[in-house]
């Protein structure tokens, strides 16, 4: 199917909301990323967010380039392409800008949507996400009400963090003393500020322990009752159409019960970077040292072509990231869930 447009974006987060499942939202930097994203999902019959981050948009555009914007312009068209050969929805997000970033990553990918719109064209991107976690509440939500305002001119969603997820990502780490859980205070002023009367969706990624990359059991101390909280504020605020789209970032390596607890409350989009890096990675590992005697010339030896031709262990590690694509969807039960029904 085509990238989504926006209101069948609504309808699939509504739907998720609804029906207490969550879209993988998968962080690509590549032709064969995005490819194996786009498998995975329709093996699983799942509809899903593909995501370009900055460093990933800076990558994309070649290392002598390195232009963040460039570089999601370029996935992005990728995907508008090939995304409809497969059977299932997706949409195109950006991951984590902060403020200093939003005039060399998300402005310019904004007014490429805006020109596209002016030609007749679908937007390039469905949504940014705007990161003022580092920065005070007021400060960060001065910064996403101009945006939202902006966004919602062109049928873009703003996903916005209040509280810091932990961790390191992207060359980006929190630091210790930052705050790692949201209150219900911080997300009923989120509300007030940017609760519109047609229910333009706000994506929220409010922290409950979360932490950006993977630990060993045990170190994560999720607390997604933290986000029943938000709800349960919100409702008896504004009623129940006001309701959070919750996203969960820094979820790689979290116990089941506690994701799914987390869907429950309203968690719609959960990011997952880490995870996939690894299965493709770990699938060109296992190529090379299985093959080592053909990747490599070894003792005055020629190789394998076959073996050190770089689709060959592309393509093994597509189909691995794939199969961990599929996991993501069974885990976040978006499997079986795609609008089009096969
Ligand atoms: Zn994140």
Known sequence: MPVVDYGQYCEMLDRARKGKFAYPAINVTSLTTANAVLKGLAD????????????GGAFASGAAVKDMALGA???ADHVHRVAARY?????LHTDHCQADKLDAFVMPLVKETERRRAAGEPNLFNGHM?????????????IAVKLFERFTKSDLLLEIEVGVVGGEEDG???SA???????PE???????LMKTKDGQPLLLAATFGNVHGVYKPGHV????????????AVVKEYGPESRFYFVFHGGSGSDIQDIHEALDYGVVKMNVDTDMQYAFSRAIANHFFKNYDGVLKVDAEVGDKKAYDPRSYMAIAERAMAERVKRAAIDLRSAGNALVKH
């Open 130 to 142: 705007f990161d003022g976690s580092a920065l005070a509440l007021k400060d960060n939500l001065d």
């Open 172 to 174: 980006v780490s929190a």
């Open 44 to 55: 699983s019959k799942s509809d899903g967010i593909i995501q370009v981050s900055t460093g």
């Open 177 to 183: 003393a930052a705050k790692l859980y949201t209150t």
């Open 221 to 232: 101390k999720l607390k997604p009752s933290i986000l029943k909280d938000c709800q349960d």
């Open 186 to 192: 911080d997300t009923l002023e989120v509300a007030r």
């Open 87 to 91: 059977p299932i929805y997706v949409a």
């Open 73 to 75: 312009i370029s996935i």
